[in-house]
């Protein structure tokens, strides 16, 4: 009872927030290059990819009119790709957010990411910072299709670790190969000082979509989530699943919050060529607007209502679902431009 009580008013708290729309997190795709070929990639990112990096001055002209309408710095800019470390002006576009107030962050691979980069981001002020590791060596290096990447991403968290200043993560995506080693990548990084870890399934986008051994099965799914029960109990290391999707009676037991889909509503993105979105990983058909044609802040205030009312998720096998009104349709990452059927839904996985 205490349980749906507290859904209810975390509904009513979600309805509110949709409400005010007040943007709290801007993804920027500076870059599509990437020094890596994950198979799992959602943007098939590639070393020499033809679209130009977006030059930092026209992202940071489309974002300085949102100081009119929020202190900067309650607004986080997470710099993402491709690659961001293959930026070599990525200090700089650091330093030119924070001294316009606006905190940021990166999301790396960490392959790059040497002892003079850490120093040079610092020095900028990066606030956060998230470091992928997909498993122990064998399986993290089969994934990133590259033999040195496992160990250049360890040598990036001895870098980040002892950093009292950071805000940082490691993050980790489940699939068939490494479900059996969690625990031993847990214990791995627990001996590095690693103090949070957020876990992830893989979405079937992108370089994933037709890659069947990426795609965690039923049994496995519940694995996951009793594996991060158990682990919350561990106060060596605070381990979380992703906001990615409503579990049902998992709810609060994997992560700190109730399950809220944020894209559109607090969170948006600009990408490589300058289209308004909300994270990075949703559908292109979901494009709001361009900041090469329009206003960012007149898109985030008046576009951006297919994400605001979803009601039109329900439909296929959200139509009758038990749990839509907690779930309204799932993480929208999962939809592309038909809009007729989720492409999966972990909730129906782990309950029916």
């Known amino acids: 009872m205490r349980n749906s009580f507290s859904q209810f008013i975390f509904n009513r708290f979600k309805k509110n927030e949709t409400y ?34 977006m030059p930092f001055e026209d ?50 691979n960490g392959y790059g990411y040497t002892p003079d980069v850490h120093g040079r981001l610092l020095a900028a002020g990066m606030g956060s910072i998230t470091v992928s590791l997909d498993g122990l060596e064998p399986t993290h290096n089969w994934l990133r299709a590259n033999d040195q990447s496992f160990q250049r991403a360890v ?21 068939q190969r490494n479900i059996h080693e969690l625990e031993s990548l847990k214990e791995f990084l627990i001996a590095r000082q690693v103090k949070a870890w957020r876990l992830f399934t893989i979405s079937p986008i992108g370089r994933a979509a037709h890659n ?24 060596r290391i605070k381990v979380t699943f992703s906001c990615e999707a ?44 361009n900041i090469y044609q329009d206003d960012f802040l007149d898109v985030w205030d008046n576009r951006f209502e297919v994400m605001r009312n979803r009601s039109w998720t329900k439909t296929g096998i959200c139509k009758n679902c038990d749990a839509y009104k907690n779930c309204n349709g799932g993480a929208l990452h999962l939809w592309d431009e038909k809009r007729d059927e989720i492409k999966t839904c972990i909730y129906q996985q782990v309950h029916y």
């Open 20 to 53: 005010l729309h007040d943007l709290t997190y801007l993804f920027w795709e500076c870059t599509l290059r990437c020094n890596l070929r994950c198979l799992h990639c959602g943007s098939d990112c590639t070393a020499d990819n033809a679209a130009p990096d």
């Open 59 to 108: 992202f940071l002209k489309a974002i300085l009119p949102l100081k009119k309408v929020y202190q900067s710095d309650t607004i986080t800019v997470a710099i993402t790709g491709g690659e961001p470390l293959l930026r070599t002006d990525l200090p700089e576009c650091g330093r030119l957010l924070r001294e316009n107030g606006f905190r940021w962050g990166i999301v790396t």
């Open 155 to 175: 040598k990036a968290l001895e870098l980040i670790t002892p950093c009292k200043r950071l805000n940082y993560d490691v993050v980790t995506c489940v699939n």
């Open 212 to 235: 069947d051994e990426l795609r965690l099965t039923t049994q496995q799914l519940k694995r996951l989530m009793d594996f991060i029960v158990l682990s919350r109990a561990d106060s």
């Open 246 to 289: 409503y579990l049902g009676e998992y709810e609060r037991k994997v992560r700190d919050a109730y399950f809220f889909c944020r894209a559109g509503i607090q969170i948006a993105s600009v990408l490589i060529d300058g289209s308004i979105a909300a994270c990075p990983n949703i559908n292109r058909s979901f494009i709001q607007g």
